[in-house]
């Protein structure tokens, strides 16, 4: 069965510290997504990025990074110089295709603070 | 664009009770998945429609269920409400066409079950 792990419960670092939020996924297929989310206290759950399995190239948002290494099954997500505003749970979510319907499975969040 | 809705925000139901959740997805999104997230279990599957068929359905007692209307709009019901159907749940859209795309997921309904 697929498996996404985020190891770390709670981080909470001081504003403008970089900070990595941890990933390991479990999954047996050679095609696959992986996704995280952000949840401000509001509740709805925000996209911020989708890798696909083939393409392990390194992403860059503005402060946000993600590393994708498919050789420790692990997609990890930095967030360089942090800010009060990036203060949220953030999800990591494999996808899992069946029958042609998407279900993420996800994993049980980081909450991040941010103080100032 | 507009985002996903969902309706209504806040619900308060005593046991025994059932409930019609709705959610509008994106416009020209047609498949609604449904999300139940509570502090024990974390983000779980409920299930998803694409083209008013249940393609996909998480492990859920017979008392959850939902269904899609023919402009992608999707509810979902639950049936005698138990104390551990408080949660807040999420109502996710996406073209997935062929279940690669990327789910937006709506503001939430938070249920409380007395």
């Known amino acids: 069965a697929q498996k996404v792990t985020q190891a770390q419960t709670e981080i909470s670092v001081v504003e403008k510290e970089d900070v990595t939020l941890d990933c390991v996924y479990e999954?047996?297929?050679?095609?696959?997504?992986l996704f995280w989310y952000k949840q401000p206290p509001s509740g709805e759950l925000v996209f911020l990025i989708r890798?696909?399995?083939?393409?392990?190239q390194n992403e860059i948002s503005g402060r946000y990074s993600w590393n994708f290494q498919k050789s420790t099954s692990s997609f990890n997500f930095t967030i360089t110089a942090s800010q009060v505003v990036d203060s949220a749970v953030y999800f990591c979510?494999?996808?899992?295709?069946?029958?042609?319907?998407?279900?993420?499975?996800f994993g049980q969040g980081t909450r991040l603070t941010i103080n100032p | 664009k507009a985002g996903v809705t969902q309706t209504p925000r806040y619900l308060i139901k005593t046991r025994g009770q059932q409930v019609t959740l709705s959610c509008s997805p994106i416009?020209?999104?047609?498949?609604v998945s449904w999300y139940q997230q509570t502090p024990g279990q974390g983000l779980q599957f409920l299930f998803e429609?694409?083209?008013?068929?249940?393609?996909n359905k998480g492990n859920f007692p017979g008392r959850f269920s939902g269904r899609q209307f023919s402009n992608s709009r999707s509810e979902m019901n639950v049936s005698t409400l138990e104390l551990g159907d408080s949660a807040l749940y999420l109502c996710?859209?996406?073209?997935?066409?062929?279940?690669?795309?990327?789910?937006?997921f709506g503001p939430g309904t938070r249920l409380t079950v007395l």
């Open positions: 996710a859209s996406s073209l997935a066409a062929k279940g690669t795309d990327t789910q937006y």
């Open positions: 999954t047996r297929d050679t095609t696959y997504y």
């Open positions: 890798r696909n399995s083939f393409d392990e």
């Open positions: 979510a494999l996808s899992e295709t069946l029958q042609g319907a998407q279900k993420l499975v």
């Open positions: 416009s020209g999104h047609r498949s």
């Open positions: 429609y694409f083209s008013e068929t249940q393609r």
